[in-house]
């Protein structure tokens, strides 16, 4: 995991919900000659019987209606994003879809839409609409699903019988004050950044999870980390209000696998020892913050466990 992966955050002009580039206060409905435009790599249809565009780019073109898209039923790639569409219906027709991009529109639910029927739909990204919930959203196949910058509160309905195949989920910058109803064992991905989030709850089902971002939240434990957790390697939680060493403790229920955490801007790192603190807890940690951990810090950190077994035993 890179610096870079660590330090992501947004801006105001990535979270907004007005987005300029789509230009004016003019809106269009979508024609045949956008669509010819916008249309590129030739493939073999499905059948094998013939040949069809199989991308089409309609990004940034002041869109408020698709009704003319319904008809590229062999469409497996589609970029709308940075448009003004609210209805998504039009979609239902294109079943082959496997790559779908509707970020910076002004999509508000997902009842009435039509993802339950694209069954074989494996990348979404529905980055800063105008999200409340998850109520209606279906992906069989889903194995990548991005809904950073809406406005979701609360996670409900992300069952494993519902969500298979999903691996890698973006929640960033949402309103979210827990991480309850996140059922998804096979999960390995999972970005919660510049949430709400006060309480960890719900993780004991993320079996498989081996990235946890938390970073920009207001969390002031480590409680709710789960022991099931069992391939946890990096775990996020810069920026939080962690005050004191006791809100660690709950890092040795993960800390065989854990390798990376980072703890910085936190109040607790103000300490001058709180990387000490952390070792006692995780030894097996390979990086705190931007730091890896040395040789003679996980020296200090083993004397300073068998200290503590030491005083916990009792003489005879």
């Not at 610096?3 to 003019?26: I, P, Y």
């Not at 565009?53 to 869109?63: A, W």
């Not at 209805?87 to 529109?105: C, E, G, I, M, Y």
């Not at 403790?249 to 955490?261: A, D, F, G, H, Y």
């Amino acid at each position: 995991m890179s610096d870079l992966d660590e330090d992501v955050v947004f801006s105001d002009d990535d979270l907004g919900q007005e987005e300029t580039s789509v230009g004016g206060n003019e809106v269009c409905h979508l024609t045949q000659e956008t669509i010819s435009q916008g249309l590129s790599l030739l493939c073999r249809t499905g059948n094998g019987l013939g040949h069809a565009f199989i991308r089409l780019d309609l990004k940034g073109k002041r869109l408020s209606n698709i009704a003319a898209i319904s008809n590229y039923v062999h469409l497996r790639f589609l970029d709308i994003s940075n448009n003004q569409l609210s209805d998504l219906s039009p979609l239902a027709s294109l079943t082959q879809l496997l790559w779908l991009k509707v970020d910076h529109n002004t999509v508000d639910c997902f009842k009435e839409q039509p993802f339950a029927k694209l069954i074989y739909l494996q990348w979404l990204s529905m980055a800063v609409n105008r999200l409340t919930d998850l109520d209606g959203l279906a992906g069989p196949a889903l194995e990548n699903l991005n809904l950073t910058g809406n406005s979701i509160k609360k996670v409900i309905g992300l069952q494993d019988s519902c969500f298979a195949n999903l691996v890698i989920l973006e929640l960033r910058g949402n309103h979210l004050e827990s991480t309850e109803g996140i059922n998804l064992p096979k999960l390995r991905l999972l970005y919660l950044a510049q949430n709400n989030i006060k309480r960890l709850e719900g993780l004991q089902k993320l079996e498989r999870l081996t990235t946890l971002h938390l970073r920009d939240n207001q969390l002031n434990s480590l409680d709710g980390l789960n022991p099931n957790m069992k391939c946890l390697q990096y775990l996020n939680v810069r920026g939080n209000a962690i005050m004191d060493e006791n809100a660690l403790q709950w890092l040795e229920l993960v800390s065989k696998t854990l390798r990376v955490l980072v703890l910085s801007e936190n109040p607790l790192v103000e300490t001058t020892d709180y990387r000490l603190s952390v070792l006692i807890v995780a030894p097996q940690l390979e990086r705190i913050d931007k730091d890896p951990v040395t040789p003679e810090e996980r020296t200090d950190a083993w004397e300073r466990i068998r200290e503590l077994k030491q005083d916990e035993t009792p003489e005879p």
